[in-house]
């Protein structure tokens, strides 16, 4: 995959803008033709982010800020994810939650995450899995 396109996605951290964000990726990702199984990834490791804005970000004072920034460039799919809000450390697993950096981290091919002044997850993917649908020479 060669030149570069981004998608830039700004919203309310409101209960149904995780899903509304997902939909908009994955169609930015199928007009580029990447693979699906590339995409569901994708799109597990995004989601986790994104609804872990929605759900922890902000207090219950009403949603705050949340933006989605994807682009290609090369062979990387390349997705940040912010807030303007609170990072919740986490001591250990409680009712089954607290996972989602840890899937994230295991998707991604890299991963990171800035807690300073809100929080932005980086994921990095490698896009070289992508579905070639040319027709054979």
């Not at 799919?77 to 001591?91: A, Q």
């Not at 300073?116 to 020479?137: C, I, K, Q, Y």
């Amino acid at each position: 995959m060669t030149g570069s396109s981004e998608l830039r996605l700004h919203c309310l951290a409101h209960p149904a803008a995780a899903k509304s964000l997902r939909h908009a990726l994955a169609a930015f990702l199928a007009v580029l033709d990447i693979d699906s199984a590339l995409t569901d990834d994708v799109l597990t490791a995004v989601g986790e982010a994104l609804v872990n804005v929605v759900e922890h970000a902000y207090s219950s004072d009403g949603p705050g800020e949340l933006e989605l920034f994807a682009r290609i460039e090369d062979d990387a799919i390349l997705v940040d994810v912010y807030d303007r809000g609170t990072f919740i450390e986490r001591d250990g697993r409680r009712l089954g939650r607290g996972f989602g950096l840890g899937i994230i981290r295991a998707i991604a091919r890299a991963a990171s995450l800035d807690t300073d002044g809100g929080t932005h997850v980086h994921m990095l993917f490698d896009a070289s899995r992508e579905n070639n649908n040319a027709p054979a020479p």
